[in-house]
């Protein structure tokens, strides 16, 4: 880490439950290719006077995790087309006051079903509604899956999502199976719900491919469930190195090389 000097660019995270994941990630290709840069992360009190504090202090710019994907949308300048098409942001840039959204929490699931050749014509369950459900929402239907229920106890939330992308919605995934099962809430989070397994020991079994969104911690109780059961495990560090590296591209201008993120990513969770 470069001794802090009044050039450097500082880059944030807004997150109710802040972590090193970032931080790590970030400073990490900082000190690498040698850029006057430092990340720090936070826990927003109040968040429209953060996002003030972003353009008044000419902060870079500056992640967006849960529970504000949504709520900063009427806080920021412009919408790139990555938020605007599913109302959601993980990403503020600053370009001399002028903020603008974006969102690469979508690029990072598009990428993963690429990558993990994922059938479109799989059955999924996704369980959450919240705006990175959205994201896994759009990238789902954008990559041709139709057999997609949504699961979420606030039907005023779950619904619309499901009917926003033509896709079924129930409160409950109960005793329902899919071959793709997907988690996007705060389940096996680390904190007050990190024993919680998302889904029962029953759905598990019966599906081919567990995918948890939670990166913190990285073997949470579903992905331990369905690499105990044998299924194909795509985790929640796949999607935060990818968003992340797309992230750290936005801010910087430089594009790191597939070794250099893959060497931020382990460090980040060493």
């Known amino acids: 880490m470069p001794i802090l000097n009044k050039d450097m660019t500082l880059c944030i995270s807004l ?10 990630f970030h400073n990490y290709l900082y000190e690498e290719l040698n850029l006057n840069y430092v ?3 936070f826990a927003p009190v109040d968040l429209a006077d953060a996002v003030r504090g972003i353009r008044g202090l000419g902060i870079r710019g500056a992640a967006v995790s849960m529970p504000y994907k949504e709520q900063v949308i009427a806080l920021v300048d412009r919408l790139d087309a990555s938020a605007a098409a599913i109302d959601s942001v993980n990403t503020i840039v600053n370009d001399s006051g002028v903020l603008t959204a974006y969102n690469t929490d ?5 990428r993963l ?12 369950l996704l369980q959450g509604s919240g705006g990175m459900a959205k ?4 990238a789902l239907r954008d990559a041709g899956f139709r057999a997609v229920t949504i699961v979420a106890r606030n039907e005023s939330t779950g619904r619309p999502l499901a009917e926003l992308y033509g896709f079924d919605w129930t ?8 071959q793709l099962l997907i988690n996007v809430t705060p389940l096996g989070m680390q904190g007050a719900e990190e024993e919680v397994l998302a889904f029962t020991a029953q759905t598990i079994d019966a599906a081919e491919t567990v995918f948890d969104v939670v990166a913190l911690p990285a073997e949470t109780p579903l992905i331990k469930a369905g690499r105990a059961a044998g299924k194909k495990i795509i985790s929640g560090a796949e999607v935060i190195a990818i968003q992340a590296e797309e992230q750290f591209v936005l801010y910087t201008g430089v594009r790191p090389s597939v070794e250099q993120v893959r060497a ?7």
């Not at 997150?15 to 790590?24: D, E, K, L």
């Not at 994201?135 to 759009?138: E, I, K, S, W």
């Open 15 to 24: 997150a109710a439950r802040p972590s090193n994941i970032g931080t790590r």
């Open 264 to 270: 931020a990513s382990e460090f980040s969770r060493a």
């Open 171 to 178: 409160a409950e995934a109960g005793e329902r199976t899919a």
């Open 113 to 124: 079903l690429r990558e993990h050749r994922i059938a479109a014509t799989s059955t999924v």
């Open 135 to 138: 994201a896994v929402a759009a």
């Open 106 to 110: 979508y690029l990072a699931i598009e």
């Open 39 to 41: 990340y720090k992360a």
